[in-house]
């Protein structure tokens, strides 16, 4: 289960702090619900992080043969909100060459409480982004994305997991649907100008695999000094396979079509093919009991995580929000990629089931120790909340909150619109307003069944 917040640990102490003649319990703003800076916390990030960093340095040094004496790598952890990236930009780490040559690789905090981000593995990731960096310069960021992204998986040893999470995602988009080759594989080399997610990386990874199988371990080395010194990724693939560029890409696509359909096998993810249909046909219980059903018979498979957020899906849709919350709280508490989004369907499953006071406080621990891209639902969830316990004045800072930072976002208008009717309740006092008559743009209907695939690229 996720750590207790600050916030609620106060709410719980309140009566005591207060005593009997307390008119009404703490409700958290959010300052008490996203991460600062001042959270004791940080001391033991930033040293487990220098940590990391420096031993990731020597694995990707090791690995690839390549050194840098001299270069200037820092690795800083800190806030998003500290760092101003906007509220869509969730990469949980990256890493940038700065105006004075030295390399830079930032890691979200945010990412760090919720165990989104694996340090070891992140670490020795981008320490392969910055080693590269440094050898390179400013070239480095020219090299086509599959090159700098496959060898930093294969360096980091995250390829199986990726191929994992690219089929999970798949089958959870897909509402149970057998994902195909094609959702999962778009060749190499990269379309410039396209954008490179985090399902691409699983197959830039399987490149680099093809070659340490064909070659052995010391040629992925090779191929990464020889690009270092300039010479373009097909090229050197070929050179230290002995094949030409034409024969590299074909034998790549071989491998991974073999590798994704091995995945997709051993994930048993055929199996909930039959849970889907149900879904789509409208019989949500069966479905939701069929989904629950692979759970139980295939523990350890890869796409698990995703059968249990469409089982959330099907009990919501059948009108049992508390086994949808049954279903999701396993994901919520993992380090799964679907971990933010169950996080913040729990928190909207509270609101609808009427529990106003349990939401807010789902909302509050999900934006302070989860990494959330949900952030401007959840605030909203959290707004919506405490006008309906009666508290405009708490809600306020919420819904300004939104109209400021998450201008953007589809919960702009609606804040808006509630911030008035909360301005209004204060100055009004007695006015009976239902907060309910504020649109809401979060209606169980309204909303796909699962959205986009979600795990951030973890750098760049
Ligand atoms: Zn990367």
């Known amino acids: 289960m996720p750590r207790l917040p600050l916030a609620a640990a106060l709410l719980a102490l309140t009566p005591l702090l207060l005593g009997a003649t307390s008119p009404r ?14 959270d004791p916390r940080f001391t033991e990030w930033r040293q487990a992080t220098e940590d990391a960093c420096r031993v990731g340095l020597a694995r990707a040094e090791a690995r690839l043969g390549l050194s840098a004496p001299g270069a200037r790598i820092r690795c800083v952890v800190t806030t998003r909100e500290a760092r101003r990236l906007p509220h869509d930009d969730w990469r949980y780490a990256t890493t940038t060459t700065l105006p004075d040559g030295s390399v830079e690789t930032f890691f979200a905090a945010e990412a760090l409480a919720s165990g989104a981000l694996r340090l070891p593995q992140t670490a020795v990731h981008e320490m392969t982004h910055a080693l590269l960096r440094a050898a390179m310069g400013e070239t480095y960021v020219a090299v086509d994305p599959w090159f700098r992204e496959g060898l930093a998986v294969w360096a980091a040893g995250q390829g199986q997991e990726r191929l994992d999470n690219a089929v999970a995602r ?15 594989l778009d060749g190499l080399p990269s379309v410039p100008g396209e954008a490179h997610g985090a399902d691409d990386y699983a197959e830039d990874f399987l490149a680099f695999e093809w070659l340490e199988e064909r070659a052995g371990e010391t040629a992925v080395g090779a191929v990464a000094r020889r690009v270092a010194a ?5 090229a050197a693939f070929s050179e230290e396979a002995g094949l030409d560029e034409g024969e590299v890409l074909g034998a790549v696509d071989g491998h991974a079509r073999r590798r994704v359909s091995r995945a997709i096998r051993s994930a048993h993810a055929a199996a909930l093919r039959s849970c889907g249909r149900k879904l789509d046909r409208g019989r949500s219980a069966d479905a939701a009991a069929c989904f629950d059903r692979f759970v139980a018979r295939h523990p350890g498979s890869a796409v698990s995580d995703a059968a249990r957020m469409l089982g959330a899906v099907a009990w919501q849709r059948a009108d049992r929000p508390n086994l949808a919350r049954e279903a999701l709280a396993p994901v919520a508490a993992s380090g799964s990629p679907f971990a933010d989004e169950a996080r913040d369907r729990i928190a909207a499953a509270l609101e609808r089931e009427g529990q106003p006071e349990a939401a807010l406080h789902a909302a509050c621990s999900a934006l302070r120790d989860g990494f959330t891209r949900h952030a401007p639902h959840l605030s909203f969830v959290a707004a919506r909340a405490l006008m309906r316990l009666d508290s405009p004045a708490a809600a306020a800072p919420w819904l300004e909150r939104i109209v400021s930072r998450y201008a953007a976002s589809r919960y702009a208008d609606g804040a808006e619109r509630l911030l008035a009717e909360a301005r209004r309740r204060l100055t009004a006092t007695g006015a009976d307003v239902d907060a309910s008559s504020a649109a809401s743009p979060h209606d169980a209907d309204g909303r796909p069944p699962l959205p986009e695939p979600e795990a951030p690229p973890p750098e760049r």
């Open 25 to 38: 319990p703490v409700r958290p703003g959010p300052g008490d619900c996203f991460l600062g800076l001042s």
């Open 170 to 184: 798949a089958v959870a988009t897909n509402r149970g649907a057998t994902p195909t080759l094609a959702m999962l």
């Open 230 to 234: 300039g010479v373009a990724p097909l």
